[in-house]
């Protein structure tokens, strides 16, 4: 049971040492740990623990900042279920430079791990700025940096979450979602043997409801519910990597 109190700290006592210098670095509050009794402070009592990415310090006070999207908060939640952790990517609305910054910093100290992800809720809902500079005609190209946060740090069977309006089949409003970042994402879930979900699509465009994901000793799941009978079946497991 995860019980609803948290501390914030500067850095964590949890973190190894590699996390501590690559965020004092930066010089912001970078963890949130969910606490359960208050004698317990590891992850394993605790059961989540919350690692926050970004904004950088070294933005927080720049005064001429005038797009506040680019310094949202990105954090990844490791939550512990039946000895499995199932990580989960927040994007917030950050766009792609943002997401390049956090994969160099992460990369340079050698923490990949702290990018890896069974779920990502996508940022500013399934904006192709988030994917790269150029829309594309049908399909967004990632830079880089965000390429491989999508492609390579998905585990098998991550779940990939658009919470927006559901995908346009048009151009008609430049606002997202963006059917060309919806284009890539699909792809990309597809050859990781994942599932791209969009909110206001789920279970169907006429009739949206809730989406539920169920973190369990089969890491992620969605939840998926049959109103013919009493039972809610729950479906679609994201298995370790390597599975």
Not at 95 to 118: F, M, P, Q
Request: aromatic fraction near 8%; charge should be negative; charged fraction near 25%.
């Amino acid at each position: 049971m995860v019980y609803c109190c948290t501390a914030v700290y500067s850095y964590s006592q949890a973190l190894g040492p590699a996390d501590r210098l690559a965020w004092q670095k930066v010089g912001t509050v970078h963890t949130v740990q969910c606490y359960g009794p208050p004698w317990v402070g590891t992850q394993e009592a605790q059961g989540v623990e919350f690692f926050v990415h970004s904004p950088f310090g070294s933005r927080l006070d720049d005064g001429t900042l005038v797009d506040r999207n680019t310094d949202s908060i990105v954090v990844q939640a490791s939550f512990l279920a039946d000895g499995k952790v199932t990580k989960v990517i927040l994007g917030s609305d950050v766009d792609h430079c943002a997401l390049s910054e956090i994969v160099k910093v992460t990369k340079y100290h050698g923490r990949e791990d702290r990018l890896e992800w069974d779920v990502f809720k996508l940022p500013h809902h399934c904006s192709y700025l988030s994917l790269g500079p150029d829309k594309g005609k049908e399909k967004t190209e990632p830079v880089e940096e965000v390429k491989w946060l999508f492609e390579t740090q998905s585990q098998t069977g991550g779940i990939v979450v658009s919470s927006s309006k559901p995908i346009p089949s048009n151009d008609d409003d430049n606002m997202p979602p963006h059917r060309q970042a919806a284009n890539y994402h699909k792809d990309a879930a597809k050859g990781r043997s994942g599932e791209f979900i969009v909110t206001m699509e789920h279970p169907k465009e006429s009739a949206p409801e809730p989406l539920e994901i169920e973190i369990g000793g089969s890491k992620a799941k969605i939840k998926k519910r049959y109103w013919g009978g009493a039972i809610s079946v729950v479906s679609h497991a994201a298995p370790r990597a390597g599975a």
